[in-house]
Structures are given as structure tokens and as C-alpha cells.
């Protein structure tokens, strides 16, 4: 970028998501520098990938950084804001990738209130983890939402900035309130992996080698349940109460279901299946992804 | 297929799975007469396609086959059984692609008590039906029910050479009990349906407009949400106490990791992460699925 004022992005977290994110950098022509706040043993697969530098210590990388991203596990990116508010340079801009956004906008207000926070999220991701699965193609055609705590931050010049790296990775950036980003995507992604991991687990004790007789169907709906537990403790932690409330109402449609399956009310079924049907046909229209 | 017996096969319902068997007859090199029993603009399709070599009213069509494969809804493949008994040949097989199997048995061993009837379920499928969707490969490494009345009748010559040609279009078979089979897809393929069905339903009347706010677990969860209800009221209808029973263990685990959450009882919903990672790889591992 021509006069660009990001000379060094520090990346706290060099796993699938930030190294992703700092190869698709590099990937959209980012020539200045990226350093890693990782593992030894991250940085140095990492720098090997090609999607670093160099690797240095937390307070370090913030004083040198122009641009810095959070791509840690919620619970180390409440600790880290504490940990390089005063070290990060006035006029860089924070950032993260945190999976719910009000529990961290909240601890950005009360260590950062001079610097410009703006949280983050990017819709992506996939079973696999760490650098090693990291690919500059990942945000491509996928949401990435933005939680600004005002909305006109996103009109500072180092948040132009950023948003127009956001789109030269292929990401579509979409504005949200932190508290209303988190009710939804209690409903998009909470919901969904706790409904696949639940099937799953049931469908463990129930059958017993014979898990060969399902459809291709089966192995779409327990794709997330090969998700680890880690990361999951500080999102549920962190969006409990939307959590909660997306899980009652998704157990009360499948009440309605098992009521109206044990009476045949087949025209109420045949609703939910429009509707169910609709609602996943828009879904793929709306999602704007591009061929992977 | 040198020697073989079957010079005649016949279709019933040339859509995605009879379609799909015919063009994998043919790539198997299968060199006998594929006729179907469908509507005329499916007919005319299929042999465009070269699925099949012409279309048959229902009863013409039994008379002249060595195997009849019924590859039609549920409560259309009961009437059919019902309708052809008396003109299938004694010498053929009769066989199905129903998604249940106790009631299909039930009718095939009052119609066709003289022939010999062996239940099937070939455990492939994807969104898109009809003849147009067909392909050669979609039962290449997926499980094949077969549902024997009595397991000596899988050693008659004309069942061992149905098998062989299951082996040969790469379909994986497994002998099960019809009530047994039901009880497994109860848990395996219509609890993910409606599992499925339910999530995309709710979130349709949660979210407006937010939809584009998700990450591409969400697209997996809801893939077979766009299935539509027509061939669904026949699954239900007979398999309702086993359906009603699965929902009930789901329901049951969706509320244990409510109350799991809400108590932030972390090492309940770890174990539970833990059990559904466990099975969803053994499942990838156990399902023998080659590359598509």
C-alpha cells in the first residue's frame, strides 16, 4: 500500500487464525514487517511457513507495532490487553479475533480508554489447528465482524486502514454492536457446535459398532463435534446467558418436533421443513463465499 | 458378467438412487436390459442420460425382470409390492432402496411370501434429486443395508450375485436385522434430519437479515436442512417410535449441557467435547469412505 502508515503488524497468537491472517497479508501485498508473540516452538514453524518475521516478547512487540492483532483464546486476550495497554504506541490501532466481543470490549474500555480499540471477528476457521493449517485464503469471502465501542472509530485513518486490508484478504467486514454480535452468534456458531458435539456424545453411547450404517448427512452434522474443548470455555464462559437462552429455544422447537412426530401432525412438520429449508437456501445466497 | 442370470433389470422410480444404480450398473459393466417405471418426462431423461434402455408400465416391467430394484418413496414402494407380486417371475430377486425397512418387509413377506424379497438400503444421497442428479459413483464407498427376511436367503444364487454387483459399483454391504437397521438410522440418519431441520427453523425466526453473521460450521449444520419434506412423512410415519425415542435422548443431552452451561460446570461439557470428538473420528475412520 502506497503511504501506507502500518510499517509493523504484531500478531499475538501465531495459530490457524493469526498465522491466516498473516499470510494473507503477505498474500495481498503487505511489504512491511509482521513479528509473533507465540510458543518458541510456534514462532519458529511459523517463521519457517513464512508468515513472520521474527518472534519477540509481549511488551515488545505492542511498543513496536503499528497494527496490532489479538488472535489469542479469549481468556489470554483479556490478560494481554492489560498486559500491552501501556506499552502499545498511541496512534497503533488493537484489534482481535476474539469469538465474543462484550467481555473483551469491555476490558479494552477500562485498560485502553487512550488507545483505539476496535474488536473483531472473523467467521472463519476450520477442525484443524495452528500454523501448519494456516492459509492465506481462509477469510476469503467469509464475514469478519467489527465491534467498534463508537462507531465513528472505524473513520480514523489507521481503521481505514485496516478495513482496507480486510478487504484486500477477500474478508467482508460487517459493523455490529459487541452486544448484539454476541446474541447472534450465540445462534450461528455457539448453538451449532454445542448441537453437534451433543449429537454426537449421544450418538456415542447409544451405538456400538455400528457407526458404518449413516449417510454422507451424519458426518455434516458432526463436523464441529471434532472440535476440542479448549477455546470452548471461555466463548460459553464469556456468552452464557445468550448461550442458555439459544439452547432453550432450540430444544423447544425439537419438543415440538417430537410432539408432532408422535401424532402425525405431518402439515406442522412439513412447515418446519419450509421454513428449515428456506432459511438454508438463504443462508448460502447471503454468505457471499466465493469458490475456496 | 459372464454367466450371469440377471438379463433384465427393472427400475421402480428412476430418480437419484435408481438413476444412480443404473449408471453404476453400466460403469460395473453391467450388459443387460435396464428398463424403469417412472413418469414419462423421467423416463425420457434417464435415457438421455443412459441410465436406463426404456420406460415399462408397472406390471410389464416385473414380468420381464431377473431383479427388480424399488428405488421409490416409502409408502409408494408398499403399494408397489403389493401391486407387482403376482407378475414378478419366481426366479427373481426383489429388492428396495427404502430408508425404513420393518415396514417394507412386513408387506413383502404377505405379497410376495412365494418370491424372494430382500431388503436394501444403500446409505448415499446428497440435496439435489431427481435422474438429473444421478451419478455413476454415489454409492462407492458407502454402506449398503441389506435386511434378509432370513439369513440363508443372502446365499441363494441370485442374492450372491446381486452382491456381487453391490461390490462392484463399490457400495460396502451389511446384514442387519430390519428392526435393527431401523433403530440405527433412527439415530444416524433421521435424528441428524431433524436435528438439522429444527436448528435451521429456529434461527429463521431469531435472526433477520444477520444471517451473513456465521462461520462455515453453520453451512454444515444446515445442509441437510434444505432436504425437502416429501420423502420425509413416509420416514417418519414408519419409524415413529424409534425417531420419537431419539429425540428424546437428544433433548435429553441438550439439557444436561443447558444446565452444564448455565452452572459453568466446565468438566461436565469437557467430557462431553471430549466423547463427540471421539466418536465423530471414528466415524470418519469406520465409514471406509474412499475419495470422492
Redesign the interface.
Known amino acids: 500500500m502506497t503511504g501506507s502508515n502500518v510499517q509493523t503488524v504484531a500478531i499475538y497468537g501465531v495459530g490457524l487464525i493469526g498465522g491466516s491472517f498473516a499470510l494473507a497479508l503477505r498474500e495481498a501485498g503487505y511489504a512491511g514487517r509482521i513479528v509473533g508473540v507465540s510458543s518458541p516452538a510456534t514462532i519458529a514453524r511459523a517463521i519457517a511457513l513464512g508468515a513472520i518475521d521474527e518472534g519477540l516478547p509481549p511488551t515488545e512487540a505492542a511498543s513496536r507495532a503499528d497494527l496490532v492483532f489479538l488472535a489469542q483464546p479469549i481468556g489470554v486476550i483479556l490478560e494481554t490487553i492489560g498486559a500491552i495497554a501501556r506499552s502499545v504506541p498511541r496512534h497503533a490501532l488493537v484489534t482481535d479475533a476474539g469469538s465474543t466481543k462484550s467481555a473483551i470490549m469491555a476490558a479494552a474500555a477500562g485498560h485502553m480508554a487512550s488507545g483505539l480499540f476496535v474488536g473483531g471477528h472473523p467467521?472463519?476457521?476450520?477442525e484443524a489447528r495452528g500454523v501448519q493449517a494456516a492459509s492465506a485464503g481462509l477469510f476469503r469471502g467469509?464475514?469478519w465482524?467489527l465491534t467498534p465501542a463508537r462507531a465513528e472509530d472505524l473513520q480514523q485513518p489507521r481503521c481505514r486502514e485496516f478495513l482496507q486490508w480486510l478487504e484486500r484478504i477477500g474478508a467482508?467486514p460487517?459493523v455490529?454492536d459487541a452486544a448484539?454480535?454476541d446474541r447472534?452468534?450465540a445462534?450461528?456458531?455457539h448453538?451449532?457446535?454445542?448441537?453437534?458435539?451433543?449429537?454426537?456424545?449421544?450418538?456415542?453411547?447409544?451405538?456400538s459398532g455400528?457407526?458404518?450404517?449413516?449417510?454422507?448427512?451424519?458426518?455434516?452434522?458432526?463436523?464441529?463435534?471434532?472440535?476440542?474443548?479448549d477455546i470452548?470455555?471461555d466463548i460459553?464462559?464469556s456468552n452464557?446467558d445468550n448461550?442458555?437462552s439459544?439452547?432453550?429455544?432450540?430444544?423447544a422447537?425439537?419438543?415440538a418436533?417430537?410432539k408432532n412426530?408422535?401424532t402425525?401432525a405431518?402439515s406442522d412438520?412439513?412447515q418446519?421443513?419450509?421454513?428449515?429449508?428456506?432459511?438454508?437456501?438463504?443462508?448460502?445466497d447471503?454468505?457471499?463465499r466465493q469458490p475456496a
Open positions: 467467521m472463519a476457521g476450520k467469509r464475514a465482524a467482508v460487517l455490529l448484539e454480535h447472534i452468534v445462534l450461528t456458531s448453538l451449532p457446535q454445542l448441537a453437534s458435539t451433543a449429537l454426537a456424545a449421544m450418538l456415542s453411547q447409544r451405538l455400528t457407526g458404518a450404517v449413516h449417510g454422507p448427512g451424519l458426518e455434516d452434522m458432526t463436523r464441529l463435534a471434532i472440535s476440542s474443548f470452548w470455555a460459553l464462559a452464557r448461550v442458555a439459544a439452547l432453550e429455544a432450540y430444544i422447537v425439537l419438543e418436533v417430537h412426530v408422535v402425525s405431518n412438520i412439513c418446519l421443513f419450509e421454513r428449515g429449508s428456506a432459511f438454508a437456501r438463504t443462508l448460502r447471503a454468505s457471499n
